[in-house]
Protein backbone atom coordinates (compact mmCIF):
# COMPACT_ATOMS: atom_id res chain seq x y z
CA UNK A 1 0.00 0.00 0.00
CA UNK A 2 3.04 2.10 0.73
CA UNK A 3 4.08 2.05 -2.68
CA UNK A 4 1.10 3.26 -4.47
CA UNK A 5 0.93 6.43 -2.50
CA UNK A 6 5.03 6.75 -3.21
CA UNK A 7 3.86 6.27 -6.78
CA UNK A 8 0.69 8.52 -6.50
CA UNK A 9 2.39 11.26 -4.77
CA UNK A 10 4.89 11.09 -8.16
CA UNK A 11 2.40 11.06 -10.67
CA UNK A 12 1.05 13.95 -8.85
CA UNK A 13 4.45 15.88 -8.61
CA UNK A 14 4.93 15.52 -12.49
CA UNK A 15 1.46 16.22 -13.39
CA UNK A 16 2.07 19.84 -11.35
CA UNK A 17 4.79 20.16 -12.93
CA UNK A 18 3.82 19.84 -16.26
CA UNK A 19 0.88 22.27 -15.83
CA UNK A 20 3.56 24.38 -14.16
CA UNK A 21 5.55 24.59 -17.81
CA UNK A 22 2.21 24.40 -19.77
CA UNK A 23 1.49 27.80 -17.82
CA UNK A 24 4.77 29.27 -18.02
CA UNK A 25 4.83 28.93 -22.07
CA UNK A 26 1.65 29.94 -22.57
CA UNK A 27 2.01 32.12 -25.83
CA UNK A 28 1.60 35.52 -25.35
CA UNK A 29 1.98 35.62 -21.21
CA UNK A 30 3.99 37.77 -19.69
CA UNK A 31 6.08 36.19 -17.24
CA UNK A 32 7.67 39.39 -15.91
CA UNK A 33 6.30 39.47 -11.91
CA UNK A 34 2.80 38.97 -11.19
CA UNK A 35 1.04 36.26 -13.96
CA UNK A 36 -2.80 35.58 -14.23
CA UNK A 37 -4.61 33.36 -12.17
CA UNK A 38 -6.46 30.65 -13.80
CA UNK A 39 -9.76 29.47 -12.25
CA UNK A 40 -11.11 26.13 -11.47
CA UNK A 41 -13.71 24.12 -10.12
CA UNK A 42 -14.16 20.82 -8.42
CA UNK A 43 -14.87 18.55 -5.14
CA UNK A 44 -12.75 18.52 -2.29
CA UNK A 45 -11.43 15.01 -1.78
CA UNK A 46 -8.89 14.84 0.67
CA UNK A 47 -7.28 17.77 3.11
CA UNK A 48 -3.62 17.41 3.81
CA UNK A 49 -2.77 20.17 6.28
CA UNK A 50 0.47 18.87 7.13
CA UNK A 51 2.01 18.90 4.01
CA UNK A 52 -0.39 22.11 2.71
CA UNK A 53 -2.10 20.36 0.37
CA UNK A 54 -5.81 20.04 -0.80
CA UNK A 55 -6.98 17.09 -3.28
CA UNK A 56 -9.21 18.02 -5.51
CA UNK A 57 -11.35 16.31 -7.87
CA UNK A 58 -11.41 19.05 -10.55
CA UNK A 59 -13.28 20.15 -14.02
CA UNK A 60 -10.72 21.38 -16.63
CA UNK A 61 -9.05 24.26 -16.64
CA UNK A 62 -8.67 25.79 -20.03
CA UNK A 63 -6.24 28.48 -19.18
CA UNK A 64 -3.88 26.44 -18.83
CA UNK A 65 -4.48 23.38 -20.56
CA UNK A 66 -5.25 20.85 -17.75
CA UNK A 67 -7.95 18.11 -18.32
CA UNK A 68 -10.47 17.38 -15.72
CA UNK A 69 -8.24 15.29 -12.84
CA UNK A 70 -8.12 14.33 -9.19
CA UNK A 71 -4.99 15.87 -7.58
CA UNK A 72 -3.44 17.14 -4.64
CA UNK A 73 -2.82 21.16 -5.16
CA UNK A 74 -0.34 22.89 -2.87
CA UNK A 75 -1.94 25.67 -1.38
CA UNK A 76 0.28 29.52 -1.11
CA UNK A 77 -1.48 29.85 2.80
CA UNK A 78 -1.59 26.49 4.38
CA UNK A 79 -4.62 29.01 6.55
CA UNK A 80 -6.89 28.35 3.27
CA UNK A 81 -7.40 24.93 4.22
CA UNK A 82 -9.34 25.52 7.80
CA UNK A 83 -12.39 26.23 6.16
CA UNK A 84 -12.74 23.66 3.65
CA UNK A 85 -14.24 20.37 4.22
CA UNK A 86 -13.69 16.84 2.30
CA UNK A 87 -16.86 16.43 0.16
CA UNK A 88 -17.80 20.29 -0.47
CA UNK A 89 -17.87 22.02 -4.32
CA UNK A 90 -15.49 24.76 -4.49
CA UNK A 91 -14.00 27.06 -6.41
CA UNK A 92 -10.66 27.94 -6.81
CA UNK A 93 -7.70 30.08 -8.25
CA UNK A 94 -4.51 28.88 -9.14
CA UNK A 95 -1.53 31.04 -9.73
CA UNK A 96 2.63 30.95 -10.32
CA UNK A 97 4.75 31.09 -7.28
CA UNK A 98 8.31 30.44 -7.81
CA UNK A 99 8.26 26.75 -9.89
CA UNK A 100 5.15 25.79 -8.09
CA UNK A 101 1.74 26.48 -9.18
CA UNK A 102 -0.38 26.52 -6.35
CA UNK A 103 -3.47 27.56 -5.24
CA UNK A 104 -4.19 31.15 -4.16
CA UNK A 105 -7.76 31.12 -2.84
CA UNK A 106 -10.35 28.61 -2.90
CA UNK A 107 -14.03 28.81 -1.65
CA UNK A 108 -17.41 26.57 -1.23
CA UNK A 109 -20.02 26.93 -3.74
CA UNK A 110 -23.31 26.88 -2.41
CA UNK A 111 -25.25 24.26 -3.33
CA UNK A 112 -28.19 24.47 -5.52
Given at each position: ??????????????????????L???S???M?G?M??????????????????V?????P????G???M??A???H?KA?LT?????E??R?TL?Q????????S?E???A?
Amino acid sequence: MKIFDTLRAVAHACLLAAASASLAHASGMNMDGAMAAASGSGIVRAIDAGHGTVTLDAGPIAAIGMDAMTMAYPVHSKALLTRLRVGEKVRFTLAQHGDSLQIDSIEAVAAR
